[in-house]
């Protein structure tokens, strides 16, 4: 069974790429929801950003909608990390 994604929110990690957002408005997504952008990434936010704004889509950071987003992010990503089995290897920077 396959469900529809019209009207729907993406909840993202990153805020998403030009290719990516090329897929948000096909599929009719309505609203994203991201937890941070990347600095060395400009233009290809401001490319993306124009993108969804063209298409109507609506845009905001999880800090904008949970203040205490920042908080329990990175809490969460201590525990991730705090959780590895022993051995087990370091998941690159950022990656949990």
């Known amino acids: 069974m396959v469900l529809p994604l019209t009207g729907g929110t993406i909840y993202a990690t990153q805020f ?3 290719r990516c957002v090329q897929s ?3 599929v009719g997504i309505r609203r994203v929801v991201y937890l941070e952008q990347k600095p060395h990434q400009v233009a290809a936010i401001a490319a993306a950003n124009k993108m969804l704004r063209d298409a109507g889509i609506e845009v905001k950071a999880l800090s904008e909608l949970e203040a205490e987003s ?3 992010s990175a809490r969460l990503e201590q525990f991730i990390h705090d959780s590895r089995q022993p051995g087990e290897p370091p998941a690159p920077p950022g990656d949990v």
């Open 16 to 18: 998403p790429c030009p």
């Open 24 to 26: 948000i408005i096909q």
């Open 70 to 72: 920042p908080t329990w």
